[in-house]
Each structure stands twice: as C-alpha cells, then as structure tokens.
C-alpha cells in the first residue's frame, strides 16, 4: 500500500505540473491547447540537446528549456492566437489552429531531433528503499520533490505577484479586467508564455526519468485534458487536483487491476465518463464557466 | 546564305530540344520500389531505420549508374508513405502505390498493417516485404507476403534455449504494452518457453504504450520472481524505462525481448541498468559484416547523421527486390514471374564476408519460401554497446 501511495504522489506531482500549463492558457484565453504535450516533449528534447550533445550541467538544460518554450509560447500567441481571436469568434477556429501547431511542431521535433527515443542519464544515483515497502529511485524523488517546488512557486507567482494577479484578473473577467487597465493582449501573451515554459519545463525535469521521443506529445495532451476535465477546467487548483487524482488513480489501478490485464484506463475513462455526466465542470470549475 | 545557315541551325536546335525528353527517357529508366510503413509517434524508429536504409542503398546503386535488370539500366526510386502505424493508413499507402504503378513494397512495420494490406496487395499485384509475425501472411493459400526479418517465434525460442542450457533459467515472466503486435508476440513467448519446460510465473501484465513511470506496471512482475523477464515486442522507445524500473525495483535476473533495439538510446535511458540486456541484432556483426555493410554504415550516417543498428536486417529487402529481379526480369512488372523464382533463387549476399548466399527460406515455419534469409543475431548489451551473444539461421 505503501509502495502504491508512493508511486501515485509522484505521478499526480508530474501529471499536476503538465496540467498547470494547458489550464492556465485555458483560463486566460479559452484555448484548448491541442499542442501542450508537442511543448513538453520540445522541452524534453532542449534540455537532452544541452545536456547530452553539449554536454552541459542539467540545470542549463532545464533553463534552455523554459526559455526556449518561454519564446515560443510567446511567439505563437501574438502572431497566431491572438490574430485568430481577434479575427473570429468560433471557438473551433483556435481549436483548429492549435491541432494545426501539434502537428508542425511534430514535424519540427522529426526533423531536428530525430525520430529515436532520447534520454538524459541519472542526475542522482541509488534507491531509497524502506524495508522492500517503499522502494523509490533517488531521481524520481528529486524530481517529485522539484515539481512539488514549482508547483508552490506557480502558485506563489499568481497570487503575489503583480503579473499574476493580472492573469487572475483576466481569467475571471476579462472585460472588468479591460477596464481597470488590465492589457489583455500583453497579458494574454505572458500568460500563454508561461503556459508554454511549464511544459517545456516538465519535459526537460522528465527527460531524466522518462525520455523523450516524437510520439509523446499526442498522449501527453490526453492525460493533461483528462486531468484538467477532472478538476475544472480554467482552475489552477482543479488542475492540481485533476493531476494528483489521475496519478493515485493510475499507481491503484496499475497494481490492483493487473491480474485482470490491462483495465487501468478503461476503468478511469468508464468513471470519469460518469463523473462528467454528474458534474459536467468537474471539481472545482463552475458551471457558467 | 546566311538565310539558309540560320534555318539549318534552328531545324537542328529544335531536333535536339524535341529529342531530349526521349534521350532522357532511354537513360534514365525509373525502378519504383515502395515503403509502407511507420515513420512517425513512438515506434518511428522502426519505420525510419527502413525507409533511410532504401533510400542510402538506392542512392547508392543510382551513384554507380543504375541497376542493370535485363537489357535495361534503372535508377532506383523509394516511394515512401508513413501508415501512423494504423492499418486504415496502410492500406490507403498501399493503395497509393498501386496507383503509382509499384509491384514491390518494403513493410509495413506492424501485425494489423501487414495483415491490413493483404487484400490490396493480392488484387494489384504488389508483392510486400513486411516486419510483421502473422503465419497467415506467409503461408498458403497467401503467397504475396515475404518476411523481411527474423520473426519471434523463431528467435524467442533461440533464445530461452541458450539462457536455459547456459545460464540456468527456470522462471520467466513475460510483460507487453497493450498493443496487437507485442500481445502476440507475448503469446508465442509463453507457448516458446511452456514447450522448454519453463515456468510462466507472470504472463498477463500489460501497460499502455504513453506510461511515464513503469514501477506500478513492473511491481506485481517482480514479485513473482522471475529468473528471466521478457518484454515481449517492446519497442526501442520503452525498452530503457522497462529496464530501469525493473532493475531500480531491485529486479537481478536476466531481461530479454526479440525486438531489435538501440544501443545508444539504450545507453541514455537506463545507461548501467542496461547491463547484460539481451535482445535480437540487425542481422550483422563486426565478424560478420563485409565492406560493403560498412560503406553502408558510413554511407547511412553521412546522409542522416546517425546510423541505425536496425539497419543492419533492413538493409536486405530493397537487396534481394533487385537481385531477384535480376535473376528474373520479367518480374519487373509481373509478381507471378516473382514468385516462380523465388524457389531456386541465390545469389552472392554483398552484405557478408565469405560465400554467404542471399536466397529465400521458410520452409520450416510457413510451408513455403516467404522469407528473406538474414542471420539470427542475438545481442548483449556490454559497457555502452552492443556484443554479440550467439548467430544462428534460419531455415
């Protein structure tokens, strides 16, 4: 019991980073980001070519990474979500613009990492091991431990900061924000950046665990729309939530369920499917949006 | 006078333009050759190893002025068309071809693509080489299908043979990703290894091909103690993450699979935790391989960068496309006059030292001649590379 608790903290810590992203340009601008997972195996790729081809320290990699996504996030907000916006008011319009830039930047990945799985050797080596009921490799709990710290540093950032509250302001309303001086389109701009640098961010903390490879980006965006429905989408605190449920429902499931094959995701979607059809804005959204 | 040099020049200036296109033609006859297969998402490497191992022997042969089949000298064109590794994309690959006029296609890369395809190849005359394990593919009444590597059910058993009578393996337990080709191969794995007198202590853990962090997937394999653990049909994307987990979950046993895999992605994913990996080899080792396998190797990693160890079975489809039909032009275009040379076909393999033969086999596992003779190279994975464990062949 020990070991599954163990393994689902550590997986809702990754799975709640990956979420914060595509939730936070979802509440900013009500984008669903089809791209998210393609940005997070961009970072994941950034952060193996620092390290590994360059052969520089792991935190470089990590900073190339949040930047390099930073920049893009950036870039295809003002030159192709925000003309989009601007210019139709079809919701499927920027859905399907964003579909069109997970496939580009697949086709991006291909060409200029290659189509072969990439991975970052142990930053930390050796095993914890709790009397055989807790066995768990130092680098996960470095990573969890990171992402946990990212998560809190996000929060903080929203809450205290000038630009954070901003984004707050704009997600909750964006016309009273307009009209208190709120910059709508810098702040939409920030806002999708950030979203973007979480990603690549998470990418280039599990390139070390996990790898990275041009197949990634598509499930990843699965995993992070399930956990954002889970919690509400637009929430920040939902998408927390969606993301530790989904990694304890994961780690419960992946050892009480084997015997039976491999039900662990027909089980979450078969529940999530009702828990939709009771509470259609999940845990913490509400239901005028 | 100047009137009448003026139009001889232009009759002849015009001759010369108007004849090009057929000079052209005369010189530079196009052989298409087809590939179907997977070049994009997680199992990419497969697809892509095959297509750049076409198109670099292709370039190659094209480089030292054709391939001579009969009177004709052809430059080698590769059609390429990435399935996604879904079947409704194969067959619409394999349709494409037939359009686009081609009889000889390499792939596809998976079990449904392969079977997929089937219909469309029989109806237009295509014959395909696919990576894929179906019996019904190569044995009659289909006749189109010839196997382009070495399937698992032959090189599994190879396998548990040498690990029981060398390393006395008693144990096994087999996990797979939740995908047709790898719950297959776990299949013939299991029915491989119960006919070796070994105990299947867990052969019924599946994960989805996305998972992240193998532990929970790995834990309930690992407690029933394997001596051997097989990941059944595991791609090279997976592999280090399979590896890794089980060995950080204190796992010491052997781990084997009978899928080829990468030595350097490998390296990067699980680095010492991949000690000892066994797995199935491009079918080509330092002792084996001629120095037209290593202008190969050269010539590969100067035109993408990196070579690919798959490589080294995958070399051989486009080989033995042109040697048969070399040894029988009038297939050129007609599959049936294909199939009637592949009993008796033999020619020189470049890719090996010695007298080694390209010639067709099967006749063991299908009943018929369905598969390309490539040498059955069982790897361990050593110090950041690849050595070689044993070679067999088969019949």
């Known amino acids: ?289 | 006078m100047h009137k009448r040099t003026f139009l001889k020049f232009s009759a002849l200036a015009a001759a010369t333009v108007l004849s090009m296109p057929l000079m052209a033609h005369a010189e530079d006859a196009t052989l298409k050759i087809g590939f179907v297969g997977v070049t994009s998402g997680p199992a990419a490497a497969w697809g892509i190893s095959n297509q750049r191992s076409m198109e670099t022997r292709a370039a190659w042969l094209n480089e030292l002025g054709g391939v001579k089949i009969g009177d004709k000298t052809y430059n080698i064109q590769i059609v390429p068309f990435d399935d996604q590794k879904d079947p409704k994309r194969a067959i619409a690959g394999m349709e494409k071809m037939a359009q686009d006029g081609v009889h000889y296609v390499v792939g596809p890369n998976v079990d449904d693509g392969a079977a997929a395809v089937r219909p469309v190849a029989e109806q237009n005359g295509i014959m395909y080489f696919p990576y894929a394990f179906p019996k019904e593919l190569f044995t009659a009444p289909a006749s189109n299908a010839i196997l382009g590597m070495v399937a698992n059910y032959q090189s599994g058993p190879a396998i548990y043979k040498y690990l029981k009578e060398n390393k006395g393996v008693k144990k096994v337990a087999f996990v797979a990703a939740n995908e047709s080709d790898p719950l297959s191969q776990r299949e013939s794995g299991i029915a491989a290894a119960q006919a070796l007198d070994l105990e299947v202590v867990s052969g019924n853990v599946t994960y989805q091909v996305d998972t992240t962090d193998f532990t929970p997937v790995l834990l309930p394999v690992i407690q029933a103690s394997p001596d051997l653990l097989v990941l059944s049909g595991v791609s090279p994307a997976n592999a280090p993450q399979l590896i890794r987990s089980a060995r950080e979950l204190g796992y010491t046993g052997f781990i084997s699979t009978e899928t080829g895999q990468d030595a350097t992605v490998l390296q990067e994913g699980a680095g010492e935790l991949a000690e000892g990996f066994i797995s199935v080899g491009g079918a080509s080792t330092p002792e084996l391989a001629s120095d037209t396998m290593k202008e190969f190797v050269e010539r590969y990693t100067k035109m993408f960068g990196e070579y690919n160890d798959e490589s080294n079975t995958k070399v051989y489809a486009l080989e033995y496309i042109i040697e048969t039909l070399k040894a029988n032009p009038a297939a050129i275009d007609n599959v049936e006059e294909y199939k009637k040379t592949i009993d008796t076909f033999e020619a020189a393999n470049p890719f090996m030292k010695g007298d080694a033969k390209l010639k067709y086999v099967g006749m063991t596992s299908f009943g018929q001649k369905r598969q390309v003779s490539v040498p059955l190279v069982v790897n361990e994975y050593k110090g950041g590379k690849f050595e070689t464990l044993f070679v067999g062949q088969v019949d």
Do not use: C
């Not at chain 1, 709640?16 to 900013?28: D, E, M, Q």
């Not at chain 1, 940005?39 to 792991?58: A, C, K």
């Not at chain 1, 990699?61 to 870039?75: K, P, T």
């Not at chain 1, 990418?203 to 965006?221: F, K, Y």
């Open chain 1, 1 to 289: 019991m020990e070991q599954i608790i163990a393994n689902g903290l550590y997986l809702g810590a990754q799975y709640a980073l990956i979420a914060l992203g595509l939730t936070l340009i979802f509440s900013l601008m009500n984008v669903l980001n089809f791209a998210h997972g393609q940005m997070y195996v961009f970072g994941g790729f950034v952060t193996y070519t620092v390290v590994v081809q360059l052969g520089l320290p792991f935190v470089v990699g990590l900073f190339a990474s949040a930047l390099v996504l930073a920049i893009m996030g950036a870039a295809i907000e003002k030159f192709l979500f925000a003309p989009v916006i601007r210019r139709s008011k079809r919701d499927e319009s920027t859905m399907l613009l964003a579909a069109g830039i997970a496939f580009f930047l697949d086709a991006v990945i291909l060409l200029a990492f290659g189509e072969k799985q990439r991975g970052v050797p142990k930053i930390v080596n050796g095993v914890f091991n709790w009397d055989m009921r807790i066995i768990m490799p130092y680098d996960r709990i470095l990573i969890g431990v990171l992402a946990i710290l990212l998560i809190v540093v996000f929060i903080g950032f929203m809450n205290y900061s000038r630009t954070g509250r901003a984004m707050r302001a704009l997600a909750q309303d964006k016309m009273a924000a307009q009209l208190m001086g709120v910059n709508v389109a810098r702040y939409s701009m920030i806002g999708f950046a950030l979203g973007a640098m979480l990603a690549g961010l998470v990418g280039g903390l599990l390139v070390t665990i996990t790898g990275v490879n041009l197949g990634m980006g598509g499930p990843t965006s699965v995993k992070a729309f399930l956990m954002i429905m889970i919690g509400g989408a637009g929430v920040i605190s939902g998408a927390i939530a969606g993301g530790f449920i989904l990694g304890m429902m994961e780690s419960v499931g992946l050892t009480v369920l084997s015997a039976y094959g491999d039900i662990t995701y027909l089980v979450i979607f078969a529940t999530l499917m009702v828990f939709l059809a009771v509470r259609p804005q999940g845990l913490m959204g509400k239901p005028w949006g």
